[in-house]
């Protein structure tokens, strides 16, 4: 029984459109919650307190988190990087695998999402 790409296309398209509705529906429910209210203010004061302390932290581990901000660079990079040979040695027909210093092999997870055309 194959299905073409269309329905199912459209057929997820309408999961998620009631899914929106059902959360929706949800949010609704907890605005007018009044205990829910005064817990997300009490949530944004002890927010903001966190925020105040990690503030304070972070500029006594200054130079820590000036290397953490250059790995996480070297991470995105070094990750699309991975990812577009990946892809030229599938498309020429190259078994595709990486195995790391205890032997563990690895294979590639591949994904195709559709996005609007503007």
């Known amino acids: 029984m194959a ?4 329905t199912i296309f ?16 949800y949010r609704d429910a907890l ?5 829910y209210q005064s817990a997300i203010d009490e949530l944004e004061v002890l927010k903001a307190k966190k925020k105040k302390i990690e503030i304070g932290i972070q500029d006594d581990f200054k130079e820590e ?4 901000e250059g790995l996480k660079l070297h991470i995105a990079g070094d990750s699309q990087l991975l990812s577009d040979l ?6 020429k027909g190259e078994l595709v695998k990486i195995v ?8 590639p997870q591949f ?4 996005k609007k055309v503007k």
């Open 65 to 68: 988190f000036d290397q953490l």
């Open 31 to 35: 605005s007018v919650h009044g205990e």
């Open 3 to 6: 299905q073409d790409l269309k």
């Open 86 to 91: 990946a892809i030229n040695q599938l498309v």
């Open 100 to 107: 790391d210093d205890n032997q563990v092999e690895y294979e």
């Open 10 to 25: 459209v057929r997820l398209e309408e999961y998620k459109h009631r899914r929106k509705e059902l959360k929706n529906r």
């Open 111 to 114: 994904a195709v999402k559709f």
